[in-house]
């Protein structure tokens, strides 16, 4: 499976295309889940490994949510 949607095929879609649309919603609500979660842990205070943890977290979303985006835009 791709891990993108090829530029040629984003340049000929409008901006608000429902593929572009799914696309920016589904990444939108990875970044504030992950970030929500983030801010909730470390309200007490953070700890490197915290971070770190966190970090991995938000990455993994993000490479989970970029492949599902791209995988509607297939379809």
Excluded: C, Y
Excluded at 6 to 28: G, H, M, Q, Y
């Amino acid at each position: 499976m791709p891990t993108s949607i090829p530029t040629r095929t984003i340049s000929r879609l409008p901006a608000d295309a429902p593929e572009i649309r799914v696309r920016a919603a589904t990444l939108n609500a990875a970044l504030r889940v992950t970030a929500d979660d983030f801010a909730w842990a470390t309200a007490e205070g953070v700890s490197a490994d915290a971070v770190d943890r966190h970090r991995k977290r938000m990455a993994e979303a993000l490479r989970t949510t970029a492949s599902s985006a791209v995988h509607l835009a297939e379809l």
